[in-house]
């Protein structure tokens, strides 16, 4: 399975790098991960909310394929359990032939066009999380998905 996970800016915090590395060190023995990360846009100072939105939104879509099977990370997305999730994957993987791709937006959340083109709104909790502590949590649970479809000891149920 490929999956690629998009993300809009950088990320701040020095422990979250780190924690974010040592997931996708650990993915790559399970799918084929890539990570793309989309630069901040510049002069936000200048634009409005919904300006921000659009112009991440276009760097988003343009980065996209046909083929590809968008998933949100979005707030107003369907919430999991760590088991549920791994069992929603294993669906993915079967019936989709193309790249699974994650996408976590900015500070702001996503356009309305990057909604529309998505298949699939994905929220990791109630609470509400910066974008960037987001990035390590669900590649953690991406990570505990994955051991779990392969019965191994990281998850204890």
Not at 47 to 54: F, T, Y
Not at 77 to 85: I, L
Not at 106 to 132: D, I, N, P, W
Request: with cysteine; glycine share 6%; aromatic share 12%.
């Amino acid at each position: 399975m490929k999956v690629r996970f998009l993300v809009v800016g950088k990320t701040a915090f020095e422990d979250l790098k780190i924690g974010e590395l040592r997931y996708e060190q650990r993915l790559v023995h399970y799918c084929t991960f890539e990570r793309l990360e989309l630069p901040d846009v510049k002069n936000p100072k200048a634009l409005s909310q919904v300006q921000i939105k659009e112009k991440e939104g276009e760097a988003i879509l343009s980065k996209l394929k046909a083929t590809d099977y968008v998933v949100l990370l979005d707030e107003n997305g369907k919430s999991f359990s760590s088991v549920n999730f791994a069992n929603w994957l294993s669906q993915k993987q079967m019936q989709h032939t193309g790249t699974l791709v994650f996408i976590i937006g900015g500070a702001f959340g996503f356009s309305s066009e990057v909604y529309e083109r998505a298949q699939f709104k994905l929220s990791l909790s109630e609470m509400t999380f910066s974008h960037q502590m987001v990035r390590m949590i669900f590649l953690e649970q991406l990570y505990r998905a994955f051991s779990i479809l392969k019965g191994e000891p990281y998850h204890h149920a």
